[in-house]
């Protein structure tokens, strides 16, 4: 079936460093690929998503590009801020076209603190 | 102002009880889901709706039931056979089984003593 690996957490960050956190992915088709962001004691926002492979999502300085050759979806932001302090979540949907379709996938979530 | 709600915010039960999470969206959204979040697990998919009156089964259904009678309410009923129901419940929707995005409500702790 399919999954999602990230990174081991947690990562701590000084401010204003450059931010990768790794995801990889395995599936049958071609999912959609997304990054959810969750602030303690929240519900998940959508962070960014991209729909086939080259493609990249971007939002409040987050990117990440589809990578099909190596199955991976990694998160990158070029200068970190306190307030990016989360934890974040790599997810794929289902496009089997079956039951599921549409279902998401989730990865385990990489905490992120960032200090001063 | 659109969106997704869950209420309330902590709920607190004794052991043998059931109990129902509500969801409601007044996003006009098809499809509507539940999962649960345990600490280093992730998300896990407990049911999920693509259309009114009809619902499938996720990775974790057993001990949990649903009901989708209306398009914009989705609630969830833990029951006394969840042998491990202290959670963390969020409920999501998208706009149907074609958009694949999915937008979340703040969550339900539940806490079962």
């Known amino acids: 079936g399919d999954s999602v690996t990230q990174m081991e957490g947690p990562v701590t960050l000084s401010e204003e460093v450059f931010l990768t956190i790794n995801c990889t992915y395995t599936?049958?088709?071609?999912?959609?690929l997304f990054w959810y962001v969750q602030y303690p004691g929240e519900g998940l926002q959508l962070l960014l998503k991209?729909?086939?492979?080259?493609d990249k999502g971007s939002n409040k300085g987050f990117e990440a590009t589809y990578r099909k050759e190596t199955t991976s979806f990694h998160l990158e932001k070029g200068s970190v801020q306190v307030s990016d302090s989360a934890v974040y979540f790599c997810?794929?949907?289902?496009?089997?076209?079956?039951?599921?379709?549409?279902?998401?996938?989730f990865g385990q979530g990489t905490i992120l603190t960032v200090h001063p | 102002d659109g969106g997704i709600t869950q209420s309330p915010k902590y709920l607190f039960r004794k052991e043998g009880q059931n109990v129902t999470l509500s969801c409601e969206q007044n996003?006009?959204?098809?499809?509507m889901y539940w999962y649960r979040q345990d600490p280093g697990q992730g998300l896990r998919l407990i049911y999920y709706?693509?259309?009114?009156?009809?619902?499938q089964k996720g990775d974790i259904a057993e001990g949990y039931s649903v009901s989708r009678e209306k398009k914009e309410s989705f609630p969830l009923t833990v029951t006394s056979a969840q042998k491990n129901p202290t959670a963390f419940y969020l409920c999501?929707?998208?706009?149907?089984?074609?958009?694949?995005?999915?937008?979340f409500g703040p969550g339900t702790r539940l806490t079962v003593t």
């Open positions: 999501a929707s998208s706009i149907n089984r074609e958009r694949h995005e999915q937008y």
């Open positions: 599936a049958t088709g071609y999912p959609s």
């Open positions: 991209a729909t086939k492979a080259d």
């Open positions: 997810a794929l949907s289902d496009s089997s076209g079956g039951t599921s379709y549409g279902k998401l996938t």
């Open positions: 996003l006009n959204h098809d499809a």
């Open positions: 709706s693509q259309i009114v009156n009809d619902f």
